[in-house]
């Protein structure tokens, strides 16, 4: 069973930045996709940004592109979300998600993953 471990949640003030690290407990193989999911209260969990490591491409959510970048470490099978100009509808319970295989159409949907961290807290206040 695969084990995913996320670090580097935290609380920030508007405009700042905070990044993200998961950590997999073993290699998910040549072809993997992984995820970063954010949760806020009372609402449904969302797909951020996934990462397809065979293609070598990365797709982002509309609400956070241009501002939030994942990347992937093969080596030490870890993958990171660098999150800048943070807002206040950025906050909330950040997941680490992956799945064995390319990623998915559907990515965002939470059932396109297999394996899934026990999640980081992002707060963004002023």
């Known amino acids: 069973q695969v084990r995913l471990v996320e670090s580097g949640g935290g609380s920030v003030q508007p405009g700042g930045s905070l990044r993200l690290s998961c950590e997999a407990s073993e290699s998910l193989g040549s072809a993997h996709c992984m995820a970063w999911f954010r949760q806020a209260p009372g609402k449904a969990r969302e797909g951020v940004a996934s990462i397809d490591a065979l293609k070598a491409s990365t797709t982002y959510d509309g609400s956070v592109k241009g501002r939030f970048t994942i990347s992937l470490d093969a080596a030490e099978n870890t993958v990171h979300l660098q999150m800048n100009s943070l807002k206040p509808e950025d906050a909330g319970m950040y997941y680490c998600?992956?799945?064995?295989?390319?990623?998915?159409?559907?990515?965002?949907?939470?059932?396109?993953?297999?394996?899934w961290g026990q999640g980081a807290q992002v707060t963004v206040s002023s």
């Open positions: 998600a992956a799945r064995v295989g390319v990623c998915l159409y559907d990515w965002r949907s939470p059932t396109s993953f297999d394996y």
